[in-house]
T-cell receptor, first 114, second 116 residues
Framework: DAKTTQPPSMDCAEGRAANLPCNHS???????VYWYRQIHSQGPQYIIH???NNETNEMASLIITEDRKSSTLILPHATLRDTAVYYC???????????????FGTGTLLAVQP | GAVVSQHPSWVICKSGTSVKIECRSLDFQATTMFWYRQFPKQSLMLMAT?????????EQGVEKDKFLINHASLTLSTLTVTSAHPEDSSFYICSAQQTGAGNTIYFGEGSWLTVV
């Protein structure tokens, strides 16, 4: 079973920031938080990941609470092409092995409105 | 990010036949690859973990004799659906772990299988 909970859906106005929450209250000390998104009928796309510090890349920012029990993915200026299902996943980050696997929950359907 | 490619993108086959789907990591070596299937309006379900040079590890409820996985090289894993039935029709997605560089997992574009 997925170890994260996310709201099933969210709306966001085009050009505004989209803030997607994720709860992972049972996260272990060696588990990272990963975010992927899936646009309809495509494979998931990697967005960002982090352990305890906030992270930023060209796609998004990841804010992880100090107790690591929740996080927020921020898309700073959402566009229509950001409409997708966003998945928050916790995972041990190491080379090889079945324990490395990504288990997907139901994710959040983000609908960016014009 | 790193590139993972699947082939074919879509395939139609007759009931009782077998079909092979290829997954390649194009610009990195992947000792571990993963296979998922996804039904319409559902999330991805992990089928198996494929390790280069060894047997795949299947998730509970996935028939290993029906879904044959071969990971013979560091850049290629294949999934063969044997004796396909209409209920095997689904979206099959592979992913590959980039060893080092954060051990990030990247996904292919997916393959649509329709069994008629």
């Amino acid at each position: 079973d997925a170890k994260t909970t996310q709201p099933p859906s969210m709306d966001c106005a085009e050009g505004r920031a989209a803030n997607l929450p994720c709860n992972h209250s049972t996260i272990s000390g060696n588990e990272y938080v990963y975010w992927y998104r899936q646009i309809h009928s495509q494979g998931p796309q990697y967005i960002i990941h982090g352990l305890k510090n906030n992270e930023t890349n060209e796609m998004a920012s990841l804010i992880i609470t100090e107790d690591r029990k929740s996080s927020t993915l921020i898309l700073p200026h959402a566009t229509l092409r950001d409409t997708a299902v966003y998945y928050c996943i916790v995972r041990v980050n190491r080379a090889g092995g079945a324990t490395n696997k990504l288990i997907f929950g139901t994710g959040t359907l983000l609908a960016v409105q014009p | 990010g790193a590139v993972v490619s699947q082939h074919p993108s879509w395939v139609i086959c007759k009931s009782g036949t077998s079909v092979k789907i290829e997954c390649r990591s194009l610009d990195f070596q992947a000792t571990t690859m993963f296979w998922y299937r996804q039904f319409p309006k559902q999330s991805l379900m992990l089928m198996a973990t494929s390790n280069e040079g060894s047997k795949a590890t299947y998730e509970q409820g996935v028939e290993k004799d029906k879904f044959l996985i071969n990971h013979a090289s560091l850049t290629l894993s294949t999934l063969t659906v044997t004796s396909a039935h209409p209920e095997d029709s689904s979206f099959y997605i592979c992913s590959a772990q980039q060893t080092g560089a954060g051990n990030t997992i990247y996904f292919g574009e997916g393959s649509w299988l329709t069994v008629v």
